[in-house]
């Protein structure tokens, strides 16, 4: 059984930075796609950024493009999402999500894993 924890959300103003972290526990894991996606309030889920397990493939949305950097420590099967230059509309539940089959890491339907995700608020 494989366990995904997310934590760092919080709230912040305009400009300013957060941290989030994902753990995933349980089975070993050296393929496939972790990945941050976000819901906003009365929006659909959608992908944020996803990097191979390896760290050599990244994909981002072009909203955080420059502002977001993913990354992964597979020593410790922890992820990470570094969020600058914070917008309000990057409010929402940001949800980590795993794979370990190489699927398509823009379909949400890919992912077996979920966290039970981590608030973001940002303030104008």
């Known amino acids: 059984q494989v366990q995904v924890r997310e934590s760092g959300g919080g709230l912040v103003q305009t400009g300013g930075s957060l941290r989030l972290s994902c753990e995933a526990s349980?089975?070993?894991?050296?393929?496939?796609?972790m990945a941050w996606f976000r819901q906003a309030p009365g929006k659909e889920r959608e992908l944020v950024a996803a990097?191979?397990?390896?760290?050599?493939?990244?994909y981002y949305m072009h909203n955080v493009q420059g502002r977001f950097t993913i990354s992964i420590d597979n020593t410790k099967n922890t992820l990470y999402l570094q969020m600058n230059k914070l917008k309000t509309e990057d409010t929402a539940v940001y949800y980590c999500?795993?794979?370990?089959?190489?699927?398509?890491?823009?379909?949400?339907?890919?992912?077996?894993?979920w966290g039970q995700g981590t608030q973001v608020i940002v303030s104008s």
């Open positions: 990097i191979t397990w390896n760290g050599v493939n990244t």
């Open positions: 349980g089975r070993p894991f050296s393929d496939g796609w």
């Open positions: 999500a795993v794979e370990r089959l190489g699927g398509e890491p823009r379909n949400s339907r890919t992912y077996d894993f």
